[in-house]
């Protein structure tokens, strides 16, 4: 599935050259000044983290919000081979610790008829209150390779074996309690339903409604950990 790797010391965004360079191209870095996630949010980059990026035709065997999930598994499972910690996936796009703190972020990001895939990993020895970080010899470049040949095989799976690995490594699971958070609103609490096919999130608040949640939706998601 990878083609080719273009490695830099320092970009401005591996997702903004990526958009520019042919598909399955991945665009490496060691830093990168106007990394972002979701809803235009800065992505804070530390020394020796894993930052790459890469374009992908859309793919028409799934829904384009079911994509987020599918490169989710893959890199925990990815990192879960290199890593004796713990570490669990978070809806939408994020992999995180057992106290919530945040290891890894994807952005999944549509031009054309392609999908621009960015993806931050903290690595290395590096100490923070916010966020979780694989050991400090972590082999980067062997966490990308594994990615690449996993993501080849992830995309050939049924939504449901995806879905079933999510459930297995995540919080964000049936009947899981959880507060939405939405600015000039009422916060929301209730209870996780189901991760639905198209890669939302489904769930029943107190009155039993039924609520359905997209990557899209500027909100803020809390469930106990």
């Known amino acids: 599935m990878l083609k080719s790797l273009i490695w830099y010391s320092e970009v401005s965004s591996t997702s903004d050259l ?12 060691d830093s990168q000044s106007q990394g972002r996630g979701r809803q235009g949010r800065k992505w804070k980059t530390f020394k020796d983290s894993l930052m790459f990026s890469f374009k992908i035709p859309i793919q028409k065997a799934f829904p384009l919000g079911f ?17 004796k910690k713990k570490f669990f996936l978070k809806w939408p796009n994020d992999i995180h610790d057992e106290k919530g703190k945040k290891v890894a972020g994807i952005l999944i990001e549509t031009a054309g008829g392609f ?12 100490q923070s209150d916010d966020f979780a970080f694989l050991e400090s010899q972590t082999d980067r470049l062997w966490i990308l390779k594994r990615f690449f040949l996993l993501l080849n095989q992830e995309l050939q799976k049924l939504q449901k074996d995806v879905l079933d690995y999510w ?22 609490k209730g209870k996780i339903k ?30 106990a950990y």
């Not at 042919?22 to 870095?29: D, N, R």
């Not at 893959?74 to 290199?82: D, R, S």
């Open 18 to 29: 990526a958009k520019k360079l042919p598909e399955f191209t991945c665009v490496l870095a």
């Open 67 to 83: 994509l987020s999930i599918i490169v989710g598994t893959t890199l925990h499972k990815a990192v879960l081979e290199n890593s």
């Open 115 to 126: 999908c621009i895939v960015g993806i931050g990993l903290n690595c290395g020895a590096v």
């Open 167 to 188: 459930y297995q490594h995540s919080f964000y699971v049936p009947g899981r309690e959880i507060e939405i958070i939405q600015e000039n609103s009422p916060s929301e």
């Open 194 to 223: 189901e991760l639905a096919l198209d890669g939302s999130l489904i769930v029943l608040n107190n009155e039993k409604k039924e609520i359905k949640i997209t990557s899209a939706d500027a909100i803020v998601l809390k469930v």
